[in-house]
């Protein structure tokens, strides 16, 4: 077995291109798809007036702001930057007052504006405070501000709001839609060509002669299940990885567990891989076969399009016995929805269930029928 695999890693190193165009396939379709999911805050050029103002809240309520992130500069570099085009609109903050310079009348320059305003006027009312109060020391100002800040973050009474969604409602992130989508769908090529040398060792008579030669049948079957498990394994933690660590991807501290939950999944594609080798005769049928259960696995699975937009009933059917369904469903219910392991043993169960009855059936054929 040890020898078999050392010839596949050989072959492999000599002949990655498979490999390589498939995990490239997969990286700009999803990127193309779904983007990157990085940060999505709008960068708005400033620039400060009065020094003083670096001192105030107004700096720390733009710094806290989620929808734009302010960034200072020079009023020659924010005139160029808006200019080019690279930014809708610059501010100019100053002492009492502020000032847009627009390059781009957009509805985000209302918005620009509005965060703003609610700095100043979350200054002001500070100011009106500490004047009132007659508070001069800068200690005291502070631990007054302190309070204040302490008591609007827990009020006396607090308001709970319902919208019309329920609790139930499924979300729907275009990044995470691309990411494991794609990822998932490739997955079935690599894997597939990866088992494919089987048939032709078969059809060339090379299996038959490692038959009568010391290493044992099943030692076969395994070093190749091996050999095709891993690559397709690695192959999608390369993409994931490449998605968290360059283009920055939130996995919501759970990449990890995504990397372990895409185990059965591949185990069941290897398992799928094996069941066609067995149902072919010619490599012609072989690649004939692939792209169609590829792409329709992943058209009724929800590789392309989310499955919740599906309304046929007959495609929701279908999609049940389909393990890319339950690819999807694992790696969303850990990352979007956050679901327990508990939560997600129903579609793991099912993955290694459909791996294990294909698997059998698939060796058995190819024990059956000589090619």
Known sequence: MRAILRIKCTQFMRHPWTFLIFTAMAIGFALMIGGTGGNSSITVPITITDDSIRSTSIIESLQQSTAFEFKEMDQEEMEQVIEKHKAEVGVQLNEDN????????????????????????????????????????????????????????QPIFTIDYNNFQNTETKQYNSTFQGLFGYSLFFIIYTICYNVLPILLDKKDGIWDRMILSPVKKWEMYTANLIFSFFQGYIQTVLIFSIFKFIFKVDFHEKFMSTLTLLIPYVFTIVALAIFITATVRTVQQFNAVVPIVAVSMAM??????????????????LSKINPLTYGMEILKGAVLYNYSFEQLLYPISI????????????????????I
């Open 98 to 153: 502020f000032q847009l310079i627009v390059g781009v009348n957009s509805f985000n320059t209302q918005l620009v504006e509005s965060t703003i305003r609610q700095a100043y006027m979350n200054h002001s009312q500070q100011q009106n405070i500490l004047n009132a109060a007659n508070i001069t020391n800068e200690e005291q100002a502070e631990a007054l501000l302190n309070n204040m800040n302490q008591a609007v973050n």
């Open 300 to 317: 009724i699975g929800g590789a392309f399009w989310p499955l919740e937009i599906v309304e046929s009933p007959l495609l929701i059917t």
């Open 351 to 370: 993955l290694l269930l459909m791996g294990v009855v294909m698997m059998g059936i698939g060796i058995h054929f190819m024990e059956r029928r000589h």
